[in-house]
């Protein structure tokens, strides 16, 4: 099969991290007889320096004519870089989301999961963390407060800032459609999160995903305040599967689902549209403090190479492979440095990818 990938490898640590990933990649087109053709484009901080903008047409048309996307991480440190005196709209993250926007990637899909090896690093009491938890978090990403209406002014002296919190039903429908079947190959449950106590687009929502269920009688829906949602999450995160919520209540619960399970640097995503069409990236952001000390952790980033080969290419027994790569290098005790525990061997972010390109024949 032939595989036209287009790269962003973006700021920070993303070149060094989406450098091991396209390692992996390589490895499995080797062994299991693909073609991969990368494309590179320039998004976010990296885009700011040559174009002046975070996102330029080009970069969108480059991306579109790909398959798939794979991302390392935009954005540089707020109070340092250059790139935060620009105006909000040219700053690297209005890349991020004007491509998300330009290429419909309404679903975000992103699996916090507590691997054995690393229950150590869970910072939650022991009594809790054994139950072990493998949830997905389903997050919308192209609606709500993201892309309200929003403004400044000042009016006799006042300053007022005004952020506008729109769905519509087809919004919802979209997202709430993507979380049932992705909670039909998965334990059959979605935990709708929203503020329907407060919010009227919250009280829309839970009524479209009502609406939805019908068509899933297999799987069991309960709602959730996002409130309750977010001390749920340390207090018995078993009880989830999919955990279907917009895009603010998505951004917020979705950190604090990973930095549970105590290994951020371990957590793929992956944004999906209505076809098989799909950016992935890791879960983490651009570390601008550990940048070209090669010390990152790039599992996170090939792990949403594996999720690409899943849903934008069906390979499954690929993705798996590289899933049961990564495993079998935890297992061997081969660990970076944010993963390191005692008695275990510490290694860099070239060597990792070394190791796990290796395991996989
Ligand atoms: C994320 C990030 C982005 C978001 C930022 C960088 C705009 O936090 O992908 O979760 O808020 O969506
Ligand atoms: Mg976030």
Not at 44 to 70: C, F, M, Q, R, Y
Not at 202 to 207: G, Q
Not at 330 to 338: C, S
Request: net charge negative; proline share 4%; aromatic share 6%.
């Amino acid at each position: 099969m032939k595989l036209n990938i287009a790269c962003i490898e973006g700021d920070g640590i993303g070149p060094e991290i989406v450098t091991e990933a396209k390692k992996i990649l390589d490895k499995v087109a080797l062994v299991y007889g693909h073609e991969i053709v990368y494309t590179n484009v320039l998004l976010g901080g990296a885009s700011i320096d040559v174009h002046g903008v975070p996102l330029t047409d080009e970069a969108v048309e480059a991306a579109k004519a790909a398959d798939a996307v794979l991302m390392g991480s935009i954005g540089g440190d707020t109070t340092t870089s250059p790139w935060y005196k620009l105006p909000p709209n040219l700053r690297p993250e209005a890349g991020l989301l004007g491509i998300r926007k330009a290429l419909n990637l309404f679903a975000n899909l992103r699996p916090a999961v507590l691997y054995e090896e690393l229950s150590d690093a869970c910072p939650l009491k022991k009594e809790i963390s054994s139950a072990g938890f493998d949830m997905m978090i389903m997050r919308e990403l192209t609606g709500g407060l993201y892309f309200g209406e929003r403004h400044t002014t000042e009016e006799n002296g006042i300053r007022k800032a005004v952020d506008t919190l729109t769905y519509d039903e087809n919004e919802i429908r979209r997202i709430a459609v993507k979380g049932f079947d992705i909670a039909m190959k998965r334990k059959k449950k979605v935990t709708s999160v929203d503020k329907a106590n407060v919010l009227d687009s919250s009280r829309l929502w839970r009524k479209v995903v009502d609406e939805v269920a019908v068509d899933y009688p297999e799987v069991t829906l309960e709602h959730m305040l996002v409130d309750n949602c977010a001390m749920q999450l340390v207090k018995d995160p078993a009880q989830f599967d999919v955990i279907l919520t917009e895009n603010m209540f998505g951004d917020i619960l979705s950190d604090e689902a990973s930095m549970v399970t105590g290994s951020i640097g371990m957590l793929a995503s992956a944004s999906l549209n209505d076809s098989k069409f799909g950016l992935y990236e890791p879960s983490h952001g651009s570390a601008p403090d550990i940048a070209g000390k090669g010390i990152a952790n790039p599992i996170a980033t090939i792990l949403s190479a594996a999720m690409m080969l899943r849903y934008s290419f069906d390979l499954d027994k690929e993705a798996d492979a590289v899933e049961n790569a990564v495993k079998s290098i935890l297992k061997k005790g081969y660990r970076t440095i944010d993963i390191m525990s005692e008695g275990c061997t510490q290694v860099g972010c070239k060597e990792m990818g070394d190791l796990l390109a290796d395991e996989i024949n």
